[in-house]
């Protein structure tokens, strides 16, 4: 089964049940057992985003992709920033390429796809692709040394619905897609027109996001999940969204479709 007709089968607005557990719960198991390719490392390494897709964890708006990870973020996430800056033209123009090559394998129509976020936190670089139609999301996190021409350390994954994307209402903000790197997280989503910023909370880390044109996008060493039970995940971290009055909504809840 390809990832798109996964994310058909669970399409996230309809009800759970307890065979779309199980069903999670043995995809994930699966995938979670394959040993990862034992390729040589070369210069321009890439890590491709074990996926799994699973309807337990799935509690927000949008199919959410997954890999459960390790506990606490590695050396190699040491450079990171609680707040994010920005990429020059140049940056965007020689990691661009890497991100979408690995991308391109995924579910994701590389070729429709646009670049709408993409930020700075110390070494490693978050980008974040997209197309509305259908509503998904490839982000990436690829390591840059700022001022050197190396990248390396590609890792990406892809998220989303079968479905056009819908407008996050004033005051509220819709997550989408989720991915677990082991040792560092992303995540993006939709925010309504006057929300001016979010922030992540989650341990003992608060994160400011990159916010652009209704959209975020944000990562952090660490991981986004934890086993609730045999087959359940659930996200550990909290959003607060800041609105433009100065407005500021704890641990807000996401806002779905009806």
Not at 121 to 139: K, N
Not at 172 to 201: E, L, W
Request: proline share 7%.
């Amino acid at each position: 089964m390809t990832l798109d007709e996964t994310l058909r089968s669970l399409d996230a607005a309809g009800p759970v049940t307890e065979e779309d557990h199980e069903r999670a719960a043995a995809a994930l198991d699966r995938i979670v057992a394959t040993p990862y390719d034992a390729t040589p490392p070369v210069r321009r390494s890439r890590r491709r985003l074990l996926i799994a897709v699973a309807a337990a964890a799935a509690a927000a708006a949008g199919a959410i992709v997954i890999l459960p990870g390790n506990l606490g973020g590695g050396r190699a996430y040491a450079s990171w920033t609680p707040v994010p800056s920005t990429l020059t033209d140049a940056e965007i123009a020689m990691i661009g390429p890497e991100c979408r090559d690995g991308l391109k394998d995924g579910s994701l129509d590389i070729e429709r796809a646009e670049l709408v976020l993409a930020e700075r936190r110390g070494e490693y670089v978050a980008m974040l692709y997209r197309t509305d139609d259908p509503d998904v999301s490839g982000s990436c996190l690829a390591h840059n040394v700022p001022g050197d021409d190396d990248v390396d350390d590609v890792n990406w994954g892809v998220g989303g619905s079968s479905g056009p994307s819908e407008t996050a209402p004033a005051g509220h903000y819709m997550q989408g897609a989720i991915a677990d790197f082991k040792d560092a997280s992303i995540t993006d989503g939709a925010v309504g027109p006057d929300v001016s910023a979010v922030t992540i909370r989650t341990g003992d880390l608060t994160v400011q996001a990159t916010v652009r044109n209704g959209r975020y996008v944000v990562w952090w060493p660490g991981p986004a999940f934890e086993w609730a039970s045999k087959t359940e995940l659930r996200e550990i971290f909290t959003v607060d969204l800041t609105l433009r009055d100065g407005t500021v909504i704890t641990a807000a809840e996401p806002w779905r479709p009806r």
